[in-house]
C-alpha cells in the first residue's frame, strides 16, 4: 500500500462492510485553521499570518461533531493554527458540549478575549498551549513574535485563577531554552499537568534532514483511534503525519473514512513500525 499518495476519497469498501470489526475513535482533532498570529519556527501545520483559511466551513464542522458524537468520540480538540482566531469557534465549542463531546482547546494564549474566558467557564473547556522558555527573549525567538511570552504567561496565570483545566507542553528546540527551569517555573505558578517534548521535524521543522522512515517523527499515539482533520478537510492519523491522508471529509463522511481500509491498514503500518522502534530502543539500551 502507498501511503504516502493523496485520495480524493477513502476506499469504497469499509471495515465494516468486509466483516471487520472497525477500530474505535475515541478523540478527534479538528484543525479549524491554519492562521495564526505566531510564526513558530517548528509548526507542524506551517501556520502562521499567511497560513490556510478554513476551507470546510461551518456547517461541515458542525456536521462533523455531529457525526462524531454518533461514533463515540469522547473528546474534541480544537487546534490549529490558532483556534481562537476563528469566528466561529464559540458556536462550536457550545455545539460540541451540547452533544456531550468533552472539549480541549490547544491555543498559544495570546489571544483570548473576555467573552471566551465566560465560554471556557461555562462549557468546562480544558485549555493546552505550548510553552518555549522562561526567558522571554528565547520563547519569542521561537514564536517570532516579540512579547508572545508575557502574553502567554498572563493567560495561563488567568487560567489558573479561574480554575480551568489547564495543559502546558514545553517544546524543547534548542540549548538555549532552560527546559528545567521553565518547567519548574510552570510548576511554581500552579500549573500541574506540564509535559516535555522535542521538536518534531515535519512541516516548518522538516528543513532538519529525517534519516530513514519518516514516522520516527510520530510520538506513537497516532495508531490509536484518534483522527485529525485539517482546514482543506483532510484526515489523517493525527496532526503530524500530515504525509499519511486517510480521506476528505468534502467527499466522504467521518464513519466511512473512520471504518475504511486506508485507515485501518495504516495504522496497522504504523503500529508495526512502532513496535520495531520500542524493540530497537530496548535492544539499545
Not at 498559544?108 to 473576555?114: F, G, K, M, Q, V
Not at 534519516?211 to 484526515?235: N, S, Y
Amino acid at each position: 500500500m502507498s501511503v504516502g499518495e493523496k485520495v480524493a476519497t477513502p476506499n469504497s469498501v469499509s471495515v465494516r462492510e468486509a466483516g471487520v470489526d472497525p477500530s474505535p475513535l475515541t478523540f478527534l482533532q479538528l484543525e479549524i485553521t491554519g492562521r495564526c498570529d505566531l510564526h513558530c519556527v517548528h509548526c507542524y501545520a506551517d501556520s502562521g499570518p499567511d497560513g490556510p483559511p478554513d476551507r470546510v466551513g461551518r456547517d461541515r464542522w458542525l456536521a462533523l461533531l455531529t457525526e462524531a458524537s454518533e461514533l463515540g468520540v469522547k473528546l474534541v480538540q480544537f487546534i490549529g493554527g490558532e483556534p481562537t482566531l476563528h469566528p466561529d469557534l464559540p458556536l462550536f465549542i457550545t455545539a460540541a458540549t451540547d452533544l456531550g463531546l468533552r472539549v480541549e482547546l490547544y491555543t498559544n494564549l495570546t489571544h483570548i478575549r473576555s467573552k471566551m474566558w465566560d465560554l471556557f467557564c461555562d462549557r468546562n473547556v480544558r485549555l493546552a498551549t505550548s510553552f518555549y522558555s522562561i526567558d522571554a527573549e528565547a520563547h519569542d525567538a521561537v514564536t517570532k513574535r516579540r512579547g508572545s511570552q508575557a502574553r502567554t504567561l498572563a493567560n495561563i496565570r488567568r487560567a489558573l485563577q479561574l480554575g480551568l483545566r489547564l495543559r502546558v507542553t514545553v517544546v524543547r528546540i534548542d540549548d538555549d531554552q532552560k527546559v528545567r527551569a521553565t518547567a519548574e517555573h510552570l510548576r511554581s505558578l500552579g500549573v500541574s499537568d506540564i509535559g516535555i517534548d522535542r521538536s518534531r521535524a515535519v512541516g516548518r521543522a522538516a528543513h532538519a534532514p529525517v534519516d530513514g522512515d519518516r514516522a520516527q517523527e510520530l510520538c506513537g499515539g497516532c495508531a490509536l483511534p484518534r483522527l485529525a482533520i485539517d482546514p482543506d478537510g483532510w484526515v489523517y492519523p493525527c496532526v503530524l503525519s500530515r504525509w499519511l491522508p486517510v480521506g476528505n471529509v468534502s467527499k466522504a463522511s467521518l464513519a466511512e473514512i473512520a471504518t475504511s481500509r486506508n485507515l485501518d491498514d495504516t495504522r496497522k503500518e504504523l503500529a508495526r513500525t512502532f513496535e520495531r522502534r520500542n524493540a530497537a530502543a530496548m535492544v539499545n539500551g
